[in-house]
């Protein structure tokens, strides 16, 4: 169920549906969370409180550990994904202690709630000699001086050198690229600011683009980096297409956009950077979601020393 739907399901009791707009605005206004984000927790929520609601429950102060865990079993019963219950669990427990701090209910079930543990998937990443060859081929791609080969050399060149997530380059304005100290400010999830370098090619791929840009720009395109064809704020879709298509013009295993980030972070430490480093490059929150980028490292190890050793 969508957010915007909750408040006006005739399904869901008069003081739910006010619990659960309260939450919504909590959930955008004071931490910050992208629309996706509000969506899957919202999504989630409103499925509890219709698990609570199924139970005979009128309000928020009967939910306790079991009903919490018989909706968790609701949903493997239902065939969810382990890494789905995982989300849920975590949601839950999002909401419940929001709702303990703002006084909604006296104690917090949630803090007694463990999470299905998911099964673990190593991100899909190019190996350093296929990103070289997709770069390149980008490059020729671009020999033409068009604008849109050229902004399409630029973002390649810039998701694979910052490892910044889709929305992010595509939310960048031309005044958050430091060229003289080759950084682009980046606001990441919940509006964190953080800085990150890129290399000379980037640079001068940026340079490049940002001389032709000027050629898309129509009236309404603001300051936004990277233009679509018609001269507005390039689209998530449209960055999608571009790494699809630069990487399908040559032989390298297809990635989304999100892979040229896993790649630009497993080349990273496996190039020597400490952990702490890249999750700060990354942004992520936790230490934890930066570490699986070690597994890949080790994979790739191991898949080396299998091939090569004799007594592997």
Do not use: N
């Amino acid at each position: 169920m969508a957010p915007d739907d909750v408040s006006a399901d005739p399904s869901v009791p008069e003081d739910f549906a006010a619990l659960l707009a309260d939450y919504e605005r909590h959930l955008t206004a004071e931490r910050g969370l992208s629309e996706h984000s509000v969506r899957a927790y919202m999504g989630d929520v409103a499925d509890l409180i219709d698990h609570v609601t199924r139970l005979g429950h009128d309000d928020l102060s009967a939910l306790d550990i079991r009903g919490l865990r018989s909706w968790l079993a609701k949903q493997q019963s239902l065939g969810k994904a382990r890494s789905t219950m995982a989300r849920r669990a975590t949601a839950a427990r999002v909401f419940t202690a929001w709702a303990q701090r703002t006084g909604r209910i006296a104690t917090d079930p949630g803090a007694l709630l463990a999470s299905p543990k998911a099964h673990k998937t190593l991100p899909g990443v190019l190996g350093q000699a296929d990103t070289r060859a997709v770069l390149d081929a980008a490059a020729v791609a671009a020999d033409d001086g068009s604008p849109v080969g050229l902004r399409d050399l630029t973002i390649m060149e810039l998701l694979y050198a910052t490892g910044i997530r889709v929305g992010e380059l595509c939310a960048l304005d031309v005044d958050e690229v430091d060229r003289s100290r080759r950084v682009v400010r980046v606001f990441g999830k919940g509006r964190k600011e953080r800085s990150v370098p890129y290399g000379v090619p980037a640079a001068e791929a940026l340079e490049t683009w940002l001389a032709v840009r000027p050629r898309l720009v129509r009236d309404g395109s603001g300051p936004a980096l990277f233009l679509g064809a018609r001269g507005g704020r390039i689209d998530q879709r449209t960055v999608r297409r571009v790494v699809h298509a630069r990487i399908g013009a040559v032989e390298a295993p297809d990635l989304s956009p999100h892979g040229l980030r896993h790649t630009a972070a497993t080349h990273l430490l496996e190039g020597g950077a400490d952990l702490r480093s890249v999750q700060e490059l990354l942004g992520h929150a936790s230490l934890a979601t930066t570490q699986v980028y070690t597994h890949v490292s080790s994979e790739r190890l191991r898949s080396a020393y299998e091939q090569a050793h004799p007594r592997a």
